[in-house]
């Protein structure tokens, strides 16, 4: 079959490779109707995530027809099913607790030192995201063996649209989190870093829950746009002083919410990004936090920072006082996505949230190496793109 593989820094590759096969009682293969290239991709293509090797099929947002079934499958031939970028066992500790981002049993105990050594405790399973996620096949192929098949997929009623529920994988539950874990109340000031997929999300997110305001922060104006077509107020920190925009729109005492959606590639003529530049890049340094930092100061005292966005390692002077000084709180992690899957396809399915306004193209697999340098390089015009195998 035909896969997008990964060779190197900003080097991908349409390779011809071998056919999944069933491996455990568990899984399924499915047939990849439909597949989208993420931000956090973009984190692979710069080199940012290690133990990534040579050859290995990329992509962790993606859905399909179901062609084979193990003998545990729950699923049956010929279902549309979307399925989570975590891979999760359904029955462990934290399974248990609905926490399937810290699934025990996804990532092969041969992988979970790599992880255990930088951050205590391995990391739970990842579709296409490096072997200390569990080295998995991605999902930008023709097909793509899924393990736990029988916790993971969600079943799509016939008819519905592939790009109508494509998001499900991901991008909308990382958004719907993000805007959960900042704990909005009815009145609140949210005030959202980043306008791309997760971020945009979470600006329908917060106020479907009730948010009064939403200040969405970029410098791309056609991201800009799109949050204020959903009611955003927005700042271009290009142009104006984000932290004096958002106290003088806020009375001076801040948002009563902050939401990270940046992560490790913070963009911005800033002191502090640009010296985490140089330390990224003499390896003195691994993430460029300006965002986070930027949120922990301007949210009031008392105040709930979310952060969906990626980071990858240790980070150097991040504001750990402000934390504790102004009594914040912090939640972040990889998306519970199965917990969220229900829900949010409910929801799709009764109009309440929208996910193809963010479609900017559509490109066949074979093209899947031009669109990573098109996402990576012109993120004004580009803010999502569909790859379809077979076309």
């Known amino acids: 079959m035909k896969a997008l593989t990964w060779h190197g820094k900003h080097d991908v590759?349409?390779?011809?490779?071998?056919?999944?096969?069933?491996?455990?009682?568990?899984?399924?293969?499915?047939?990849?109707?439909?597949t989208a290239i993420c931000g956090s991709d973009l984190h692979l293509y710069d080199g940012y995530i290690p133990t990534m090797q040579s050859g290995d099929i990329l992509?962790?947002?993606?859905?399909?027809?179901?062609?084979?079934?193990?003998?545990?499958?729950?699923?049956?031939?010929?279902?549309?099913?979307?399925?989570?970028?975590?891979?999760?066992?359904?029955?462990?500790?934290?399974?248990?607790?609905?926490?399937?981002?810290?699934?025990?049993?996804?990532?092969?105990?041969?992988n979970q030192d790599i992880a255990r050594a930088l951050y205590g405790h391995p990391m739970s399973a990842?579709?296409?995201?490096?072997?200390?996620t569990g080295g998995y096949a991605g999902g930008q192929a023709e097909y793509v063996r899924v393990p736990f098949s029988d916790t993971g997929p969600i079943?799509?009623?016939?008819?519905?649209?592939?790009?109508?529920?494509?998001?499900?994988?991901?991008?909308l539950p990382t958004g719907w989190m993000a805007a959960e874990n900042a704990q909005i109340e009815p009145g609140d000031i949210v005030a959202v870093w980043g306008c791309?997929?997760?971020?945009?999300?979470?600006?329908?997110?917060?106020?479907?829950m009730g948010a009064e305001r939403v200040i969405a922060i970029d410098h791309f104006p056609h991201r800009l746009e799109l949050a204020r077509k959903f009611g955003a107020e927005t700042i271009n920190y290009e142009q104006t002083d984000?932290?004096?925009?958002?106290?003088?729109?806020?009375?001076?005492?801040?948002?009563?919410?902050?939401?990270?959606?940046?992560?490790?590639?913070?963009?911005?003529?800033?002191?502090?990004?640009?010296i985490d530049q140089i330390k990224a890049s003499t390896f003195l340094g691994t993430d460029r936090i300006h965002a986070i930092r930027q949120a922990i100061i301007a949210v009031r005292k008392g105040g709930r920072v979310s952060m969906p966005a990626v980071y990858g390692?240790?980070?150097?002077?991040?504001?750990?006082?402000?934390?504790?000084?102004?009594?914040?709180?912090?939640?972040?992690?990889?998306?519970?996505?199965?917990?969220?899957?229900p829900g949010l396809l409910d929801a799709i399915m009764e109009g309440k949230i929208d996910t193809t306004f963010l479609i900017s193209h559509r490109l066949p697999l074979e093209q899947a190496p031009e669109g990573y340098r098109m996402f990576h390089d012109k993120q004004n015009e580009v803010t999502k793109i569909v790859l379809k195998p077979g076309q």
């Open 59 to 110: 992509g962790h947002e993606f859905m399909g027809e179901v062609v084979e079934t193990g003998s545990s499958s729950t699923l049956k031939k010929g279902q549309k099913v979307v399925v989570p970028f975590t891979i999760a066992c359904g029955s462990c500790y934290h399974c248990g607790k609905h926490q399937y981002s810290g699934c025990e049993n996804g990532n092969p105990a041969d």
């Open 196 to 208: 791309g997929p997760v971020g945009l999300f979470a600006v329908q997110s917060a106020f479907l």
């Open 13 to 34: 590759r349409i390779d011809n490779v071998d056919d999944p096969e069933i491996v455990n009682p568990r899984d399924a293969i499915i047939k990849v109707t439909a």
């Open 126 to 132: 990842l579709f296409g995201y490096s072997h200390m």
């Open 242 to 274: 984000t932290y004096d925009a958002l106290m003088q729109m806020t009375g001076g005492i801040g948002p009563d919410a902050v939401i990270d959606s940046v992560g490790l590639e913070a963009h911005g003529l800033f002191v502090d990004n640009a």
């Open 155 to 171: 079943v799509i009623p016939d008819g519905v649209e592939d790009e109508k529920v494509l998001f499900l994988s991901d991008i």
């Open 313 to 341: 390692g240790f980070v150097d002077k991040f504001p750990l006082g402000a934390v504790m000084q102004k009594g914040l709180t912090l939640k972040t992690g990889q998306t519970h996505v199965q917990h969220y899957l």
